[in-house]
T-cell receptor, first 116, second 114 residues
Framework: GAVVSQHPSWVICKSGTSVKIECRSL??????MFWYRQFPKQSLMLMAT?????????EQGVEKDKFLINHASLTLSTLTVTSAHPEDSSFYIC????????????FGAGTRLSVL | AQSVTQPDIHITVSEGASLELRCNYS??????LFWYVQSPGQGLQLLLK??????LVQGIKGFEAEFKRSQSSFNLRKPSVHWSDAAEYFC????????????FGTGTSLTVIP
């Protein structure tokens, strides 16, 4: 149980375009989902915390207009990278915590974004 | 300030040898502690967690970890490493009261020599 699906796993886009990444909890309801960014050989950097039905909370230094987060249901959160640039190329990972066990995060497989 | 330190950036062990990955944390409240494993190009898989009770916790794939409050440590161990254990390992600490901010260490990369 507690499977988190992230799609797509890899996306290549042109500079200036927008890319949407989906994060779904397949077999549980997630009140809270998290979006992380990971640079090569580095740890995860929390970008934002997303609660169902409310605005996401962004970490300091993360542009909310650049990284749009929507959490419309208890099983789906989306991250849209708007007007992507090469410096946005990275590995993006989402995680979700259960309604009944908020202290555990289950992670998606990640999305590798390459902006040309 | 909350932080997690994994002193070893990279560890190489021979297959069949024992393994210990170090993790030290600084946290202002009662922590929940986690170890995750990440294979190349993949997300993170939860190996084990400590919330309370017995300070030696068992996880998946034969891993265990011991919480030592006096040393602020939560080291991961495995008695006999398999080649498939080669991966990146992350220690994390989270709050006991809510399910929000996790703090991750910088990770330890494990190489297993046949």
């Amino acid at each position: 149980g507690a499977v988190v699906s992230q799609h797509p796993s890899w996306v290549i886009c042109k500079s200036g375009t927008s890319v949407k990444i989906e994060c779904r909890s397949l077999d549980f309801q997630a009140t809270t989902m998290f979006w992380y960014r990971q640079f090569p050989k580095q740890s995860l950097m929390l970008m934002a915390t997303s609660n169902e039905g409310s605005k996401a909370t962004y970490e300091q230094g993360v542009e909310k207009d650049k990284f749009l987060i929507n959490h419309a249901s208890l099983t789906l959160s989306t991250l849209t990278v708007t007007s992507a640039h090469p410096e946005d190329s990275s590995f993006y990972i989402c995680s979700a915590s259960l309604v009944i066990a908020k202290n555990i995060q289950y992670f998606g497989a990640g999305t590798r974004l390459s902006v040309l | 300030a909350q932080s997690v330190t994994q002193p070893d950036i990279h560890i190489t062990v021979s297959e069949g040898a024992s393994l210990e990955l170090r993790c030290n944390y600084s946290y202002g409240a009662t922590p929940y502690l986690f170890w995750y494993v990440q294979s190349p190009g993949q997300g993170l898989q939860l190996l084990l967690k400590y919330f309370s009770g017995d300070t030696l916790v068992q996880g998946i794939k034969g891993f265990e970890a011991e919480f030592k409050r006096s040393q602020s440590s939560f080291n991961l161990r495995k008695p006999s490493v398999h080649w498939s254990d080669a991966a990146e390992y992350f220690c994390a600490v989270g709050p006991a009261s809510t399910g929000n901010q996790f703090y991750f260490g910088t990770g330890t990369s494990l190489t297993v020599i046949p």
